[in-house]
């Protein structure tokens, strides 16, 4: 046989597991807001939202939450040292949220990690919800939660919110979060299967019994991992706890970034850690050329009907997901161009263009310490966050101009951003846009052309 009928035979059989996969998890996979009722006592509340610079969203999610028919929550904020009034815009936004101020950040803990453990310590609940700033919470979209996770008796259930896209950069990447869930992820091996290599979790919403937190050792067992949440789930299947997850179905929805600029940033930073290696990436990354694009190069060399049919069968997958999350089903039909596209993510998250973008950044200040030890260079144009660009207690983010790079004399330099940046909570936005923020501050929620940014790693 030629090389190509080898590869087309591979290429078949992955896109018939990733098939089967996917079929499976459309009739297993749980869905919040289904009508499932729970009639038994609610537990306690906590939900704990670690900030910074997030006052483009804060006041609405507080708002949000604030609103929800459950019958006992408790809503805490942590302002990790914020430049843009986050928590004067928390305390506002209703009168019984706590606001507290995030302390230093000590040696050896990753700074979401940190928020999150002083959220904890905390939280008076018995379930410990950790949510970001930029999720949006539906009318009764915590009852819903709390009903799946009582209904299951879940020690930790973690959901997938319908991601909000509205640039192409953000439809052809951040879309594929439901490709990787629904076709790569079986859900009976996440709730079933006692090995942790099926233990996953999203960050954006995890909720926590109590005792299963404090078991697996809390954010104090991973302070210093860039990827908290996929390591907290699997230390629950080692652990021999209960790890559930559910898709936010439109009831919990997130818009995790803006445009091409925050979408390279937010994935490069992770993706590294994320497949375990530069191997594991590579590998990936070959298999998705081969399953996704080599068909179509297959097809016009002379492939014929087989190659057609390899072709169209990626797309429907794709296709398939993107319905079933709530996303756009025609662009599937631009799945090569997304695989382009988070191949450039790849090459920048393993090359030497990584540091650039601030790899294991929270909220945009890399390797933060609020003792004055980091000094960052600033741009004229940004004289006004003066306070931010000097990285001490007032401040603390880095911000580059006209080229110039975060500098730290004498000590350990964690990371390097250049370029000029507005540190707006986990990411940032060019200084061009700086005239938009002005004016989506005002407009909230509700407008589609709302800037986002990048989340927490």
């Known amino acids: 046989m030629s090389a190509a009928t080898w590869v087309g035979l591979f290429v078949s059989a992955a896109l018939v ?8 998890n459309v009739f297993l996979f749980p869905r919040l807001g289904r009508g499932r009722a729970w009639a038994g006592a609610w537990p306690k509340v906590s939900v704990l939202i670690p900030a910074r610079d997030e006052a483009l969203v804060i006041g609405e999610t507080v708002r949000r939450l604030a609103a929800q028919d459950y019958p006992d929550l408790e809503i805490i904020v942590l302002d ?8 004067n815009l928390a305390r506002a936004a209703a009168p019984n949220v706590r606001v507290l101020s995030g302390a230093d950040l000590p040696d050896g803990w990753a700074g979401k990690n940190w928020a999150c453990h002083q959220l904890a310590q905390a939280a008076t609940g018995e379930v410990l919800l950790f949510t970001d700033a930029d999720v949006r919470w539906e009318a009764g979209a915590v009852r819903a939660l709390m009903a799946e996770m009582q209904r299951t ?3 930790l259930i973690t959901v997938w919110p319908t991601q909000l896209t509205v640039t192409w950069a953000e439809r052809l990447t951040v879309s594929l979060m439901a490709l990787v869930v629904l076709a790569y992820l079986p859900i009976w091996g996440v709730h079933y299967v006692p090995s942790p290599i099926f233990g996953a979790a999203n960050g954006q919403c995890m909720a926590w019994r109590r005792a299963a937190y404090d078991k697996v050792g809390g954010h104090a067992g991973v302070r210093d991992n860039v990827l908290e949440d996929v390591t907290q789930a699997r230390s629950v299947k080692a652990a ?18 803006h445009d091409w600029g925050s979408v390279r940033r937010g994935y490069a930073k992770n993706i590294l850690a994320g497949y ?24 016009l060399t002379g492939g014929g009907a087989w190659a057609l049919a390899l072709a169209v069968h990626g797309l429907i997958l794709r296709m398939l997901t ?26 920048i998250g393993t090359g030497a263009m990584v540091g650039r973008f601030g790899r294991g950044a929270w909220c945009g200040a890399q390797g933060r310490r609020h003792d004055g030890d980091t000094q960052a260079a600033g741009g004229s144009d940004w004289r006004r966050n003066r306070r931010a660009e000097r990285g001490d207690s007032a401040g603390g983010a880095r911000l580059g101009g006209h080229g110039g790079r975060a500098k730290r004399a004498g000590r350990r330099q964690d990371g390097r951003v250049r370029g000029r940046w507005l540190p707006l909570g986990y990411g ?24 986002r940014h990048a989340p927490a790693d």
């Open 240 to 257: 021999g706890l209960r790890l559930r997850m559910a898709d936010g179905a439109g009831v919990v929805l997130c818009r995790m970034y």
């Open 428 to 451: 940032a936005v060019g200084h061009h846009d700086a005239a938009r923020v002005r004016g989506v501050v005002r407009r909230g929620w509700g407008a589609p052309e709302r800037l």
């Open 80 to 87: 990790d040292h914020s430049t843009d009034g986050t928590g």
């Open 153 to 155: 008796q879940a020690d």
């Open 17 to 24: 597991a990733l098939g089967g996969i996917l079929l499976l």
């Open 322 to 347: 993107a319905v079933w999350t709530r996303q756009r089903a025609l662009d599937a039909l631009l799945m090569p161009v997304s695989v382009v596209l988070m191949t450039v993510i790849a090459c």
């Open 276 to 299: 375990g290696g530069a191997v594991p990436l590579l590998l990936a990354t070959v298999f998705h050329w081969l399953v996704f694009l080599w068909p179509w190069a297959w097809l």
